[in-house]
């Protein structure tokens, strides 16, 4: 079974960085997708950034663009969001998932792992 969990977050004024690590195990083949999702409270769930499994393909939001990176480690263990340049509007609870497909649509996605939260403040 695929397991996904989610670390990294905290509290961190406007302008500054965190890097956030999902630490990813139970795959079967070089394929799919695992993308970084974000959720404020009475809003939808929204794609941030995800990487091919198969070929490190990467993709962004457009609101993230140029201030966030997606990147893994060599066995592919760990996927990790670099945020810098963090945004009041960047606070949310983030999410890590994995989908058999491509994309930043959530509902392609079959596994998460738990949550952690970004909060951006001065």
């Known amino acids: 079974d695929v397991q996904l969990q989610a670390s990294g977050g905290g509290l961190v004024q406007p302008g500054g960085s965190l890097r956030l690590s999902c630490a990813a195990s139970?795959?079967?083949?070089?394929?799919?997708?695992i993308g970084w999702f974000r959720q404020s409270p009475g809003k939808e769930r929204r794609g941030v950034s995800c990487?091919?499994?198969?070929?490190?393909?990467?993709y962004y939001a457009e609101s993230v663009k140029g201030r966030f990176t997606i990147s893994w480690d060599n066995a592919k263990n760990n996927v990790y969001l670099q945020m810098n340049d963090l945004k009041p509007e960047d606070t949310a609870l983030y999410y890590c998932?994995?989908?058999?497909?491509?994309?930043?649509?959530?509902?392609?996605?079959?596994?998460w792992g738990r949550g952690t939260q970004v909060t951006v403040s001065s």
């Open positions: 998932g994995y989908g058999p497909g491509w994309g930043l649509d959530w509902r392609q996605y079959t596994d």
């Open positions: 990487i091919s499994r198969a070929d490190g393909g990467t």
């Open positions: 139970g795959f079967t083949f070089d394929a799919g997708v």
